[in-house]
């Protein structure tokens, strides 16, 4: 017969054994689908490192591999901020490098030697494969319904939200570090339902593992305090708790005190105190649990909870006072951003001026996470009907992290986990609830024996002659209505599945590094200039010229050119970005000596004016500006740049400042050759510029790329004459004006 | 839960001797508490702790009175002398504390009136969690001592 192997399976009379197996076979193709739908890049491009942070990473993973660990871990890295270097060993997070290092080592051992930048790529992908087992675990721990779990995980699989992060190619701290939150989450609910000291203490070793990974580790330093501070407000107080959060503070606090960078951050910073602070509630807390239940007097009790209270308020109180004198420090500004969202735009141009520090629009909710943003809060609320310890978990965390993702579009990214979750609980129970083919049989037959004494009541006063009072039965029994239901859930969860793979082919997978774009019949065009560039610097330069860029493009100058940068993409001096972005804005009178100063060999500007690509320098100007200015507002002015309506622009009325500034004149330097006479067009702009372009005196085009999207220019050395370098200029030129206005007086004393 | 704050047992530890004399009369728990003053209430407690406490949980609460005063002790020390090698402070210091926590854990999993809220954890169990952490923790420590 042709349905005996599935007819088992419907009426659930499977052992244990089909059904693990099953589980297995559904848990290995979601690990499948995860890492497959990430592949697109790889696919239709090549296997190369995309965006700019990711550069970084893999150049510090090549260095691990290279030079083993210890030298890794106390590595200086000269080539970086080139006059003051880079402590890089106590600057990073090392999990990322020491992960796929360790891989590389264990395939090497196996004798698979695959090139460490095959690992760098693919490491994403195999990641997210782990991390859909992992939410399978933590929403196995939620609800008791079987499906959730691996309907969760295979939400988490393939939702654009995190794929977005994710794709290979994207080697970011985050491609390991979401799989370690949702795992460090799982083991802390286990450690909460069981009590136990080992699984406790196995959540302090991932949370050690995750902080040694990212940066977003505080997220779980304040999650979990607040669970266990809920908990208690609730009247939930059980040993349980106690020795969980116990134990996991003291050995998660001294474990992520072992990673350089973090340091003694969990004593002094003010991020970490609320992790201290329900560590020392919760010893009070059982301290007095213990006392009441040695002496049950009402009147002892209630002493002992204003007690609690009195030691709460003082240490509270101590702890403000702490932070206000400064022993503790005060939160940083990345973190103060997200509750006051608007200082970052006034005070720290620096945090304002990444695109991803923007706070989320509704069309990205819905773009990354398709239907579940509307199963998200009916699963919240389902954890509400029947709160239980670990269901208290999912609904601070969804009240929290929706609040994060909501201020900031790059913290879409740690939602994404509960959001899965929860919408995997209540799609489950949707499942659960209208899969269910057996239908009341026990209450129709026997008409009698009612399941309930109030139904029988309800029944015995109605009339029997009535249909719908003859079986008073609360429920939907019938095949259509449930047929009905499955079957919109099941188009709604293909449609799910159609719009990630269409979200993550068009959108997340495309590569920063090579551009592509369309020809008119269709075929696909590449654009390549970056590398070119790149590689032009790479052979054609001194192997230790310093190339001065904006800091967008450090980490990449310094992975695919192999030179020494200025600044790069770790903000960690914002003077010295102030420095580049004042040689940026300035006249060349001012800007050549300051790189001169600072041995720069190589100024490298992009610019897309040829091709209407509108991530270019100029577009980036005002924020070299602005961050200039916070350092010299004397002489750099934002307003100079805007002509007198307020217009930011770079044809004829642009301002005398922006002409001369050293920004514009790379970027339009000789432009006007492509073009006949006086039409010089900018694509990006979409203006006409200028019919003469600008000059230089002090610097000269060196490279060029293809389609002038990356311009490199070589400061020039000292004239030999020692005059200035406008007058050494003017006078190759032969330009007679000059000696015209030439004057006597106004010499000075030579003074030697 | 542990008796952190108590100071009559570190300052008089002797568990041992006082359990086999039954001499206070007033430890009956159903009789409400009339003497209300603070003196009264603290040797309710204490005679009851002596009375109850088996020997093995007297021996734990030993140990957690030792980490206090070794704890206080170092505390103190820093206070007076200052911190200058922090990692050192911080290391012997969050050692008694971490140290302090595990065996608070330990009491309370193997405290038989707990015996409802840990079902899964049976005493070699919770002492097998005990050690586990503990070898983590001094782990950490030695390594962050330098």
């Known amino acids: 017969m042709a349905t005996s192997p599935v007819d088992p399976l419907l009426k659930q009379l499977t052992g244990p054994n089909t059904r693990s197996l ?14 497959s739908s990430r592949l697109f890049s790889v696919i239709r491009f090549e296997s190369i490192i995309h965006e700019f942070d990711p550069w970084f990473n893999f150049r510090a993973t090549k260095y691990l591999v290279q030079n083993g660990f210890y030298s890794f871990w106390d590595w200086f890295d000269d080539r970086t901020w080139h006059p003051l270097g880079r402590v890089t060993g106590g600057t990073l997070y090392p999990g990322l490098m020491v992960t796929s290092g360790i891989i590389y080592h264990v395939l090497r051992f196996l004798t698979f030697p695959v090139d460490i930048r095959n690992i760098c790529v693919l490491l994403a992908p195999g990641f997210s494969g782990l991390t859909a087992f992992a939410t399978y675990l933590l929403t196995n721990e939620m609800v008791t319904s079987p499906s959730a779990g691996l309907l969760a995980a295979a939400f988490m699989g393939i939702t654009p939200g995190y794929i977005s992060r994710s794709v290979a190619g994207s080697y970011d701290n985050e491609a390991i570090a979401i799989f370690l939150l949702v795992f460090t989450f799982f083991l802390w609910i286990k450690a909460v339902k069981l009590g136990s000291v080992f699984w406790g203490a196995l959540t302090a070793l991932f949370y050690g593992y995750m902080v040694s990974a990212w940066g977003g580790y505080v997220f779980i330093t304040n999650l979990l305090p607040l669970h266990a501070f809920v ?71 209630t002493l002992l909870r204003a007690l609690v209270l009195v030691i709460f308020a003082v240490s509270f109180g101590g702890l403000v006072l702490l932070t206000v004198s400064g022993v503790i420090a005060p939160w940083t500004g990345r973190f103060y951003s997200l509750w006051d969202t608007g200082y970052a735009k006034i005070h720290i141009p620096i945090i304002a001026s990444v695109s991803e520090h923007q706070p989320t629009a509704w069309p990205a909710f819905f773009f990354d996470l398709s239907m579940m943003i509307w199963l998200f809060p009916a699963g919240v609320y389902m ?153 032009w610097l790479r052979q054609n330069t001194p192997e230790n010229a310093k190339i001065m860029s904006w800091w967008d493009y450090g980490y990449q100058i310094g992975g695919m050119a192999d030179r020494p940068t200025l600044v790069d993409n770790n903000t960690w001096n914002n003077t010295h970005i102030a420095t580049v972005g004042k040689a940026m804005s300035s006249r060349e009178e001012v800007s050549y000596p300051i790189m001169r100063q600072h041995e720069v060999d190589y100024v490298l500007v992009v610019f897309g004016g040829l091709l209407g690509y509108s991530g270019d320098d100029i577009n980036k100007f005002l924020w070299m500006v602005r961050i200039a200015e916070g350092i010299w507002p004397d002489e750099v002015k934002e307003r100079n740049f805007f002509t007198a309506r307020g217009e930011y622009r770079v044809d004829d009325e642009a301002t005398p400042t922006m002409k001369n500034s050293l920004m514009y004149k790379m970027s339009y330097y000789n432009y006007n050759a492509l073009f006949p006479a006086g039409q010089a067009q900018d694509r990006v702009r979409n203006t006409r510029l200028p019919a003469e372009g600008p000059q230089l005196t002090t610097i000269e085009e060196a490279f060029t790329s293809e389609n002038w999207i990356i311009r490199i220019y070589k400061v020039k050395d000292l004239d030999n004459f020692g005059r200035d370098h406008g007058s050494a200029v003017a006078f190759d030129k032969g330009n007679k004006k000059k000696r015209a206005h030439k004057r006597k007086g106004a010499r000075t004393l030579r003074v030697e | 839960m542990p008796p952190k704050n108590r100071h009559p047992t570190s300052a008089s530890v002797q568990p041992s001797a006082p359990k086999s004399t039954p001499s206070a009369p007033t430890t009956t728990s159903s009789k409400p508490l009339n003497a209300n003053t603070a003196q009264d209430i603290v040797q309710n407690v204490w005679d009851k702790y002596v009375q109850r406490t088996p020997q093995r949980v007297k021996l734990l609460d030993t140990f957690m009175a030792f980490l206090v005063a070794v704890g206080a002790l170092q505390f103190v020390y820093c206070v007076i002398v200052g911190n200058f090698p922090f990692n050192a402070f911080l290391s012997g210091f969050s050692a008694t504390v971490g140290q302090f926590v595990l065996t608070a854990s330990l009491r309370i999993q193997t405290n038989p009136e707990n015996k409802a809220e840990f079902e899964s954890i049976s005493n070699e169990r919770a002492f097998a969690d005990f050690i586990f952490g503990s070898l983590l923790l001094h782990f950490f420590c030695v390594n962050f001592i330098n």
């Open chain 1, 22 to 35: 099953l589980r297995v076979i559904i848990l290995l193709t979601i690990a499948a689908a995860a890492v």
């Open chain 1, 231 to 301: 908990l208690i407000c609730m009247g939930r107080y059980s040993p349980r708790l106690y020795v969980s959060y116990t134990s996991w503070y003291a050995l998660g606090t001294l474990a992520s005190m072992q990673i350089p960078f973090v340091g003694f951050l969990p004593i002094r910073s003010s991020e970490h105190m609320s992790a201290l602070g329900v560590f020392g509630l919760l010893q009070i807390v059982g301290f007095v649990e213990f006392v009441r239940n040695q002496l049950p007097s009402r009147q002892f009790q």
């Open chain 1, 383 to 535: 954890c509400f009907r029947k709160l239980t310890d670990e269901q208290v978990f999912i609904v601070i965390y969804a009240v929290l992290a929706s609040y994060f993702a909501g201020v900031m579009v790059r913290l879409m990214l740690t939602l994404t986990p509960i959001v899965c979750v929860a919408s995997a609980i209540a799609f489950s129970q949707i499942l659960d609830t209208y899969m269910s083919i057996d239908s009341p049989t026990p209450e129709v037959q026997a008409n009698g024996t009612p399941a309930s004494a109030s139904v029988a009541a309800a029944s015995a006063m109605l009339p029997d002659g009535l249909r719908s009072t003859r079986n008073p039965i609360v429920g939907i029994y019938s095949y259509t209505s449930k047929l009905t239901v499955v079957a919109a859930s099941t188009v709604y969860l293909m449609l799910f599945v159609m719009h990630c793979t269409w979200v993550t082919s068009n959108a997340y997978s495309s590569p920063s590094v090579v551009l592509a774009s369309r020809l008119p019949d269709g075929s696909q065009h590449i654009i390549d200039d970056y590398r070119e560039a790149y590689y």
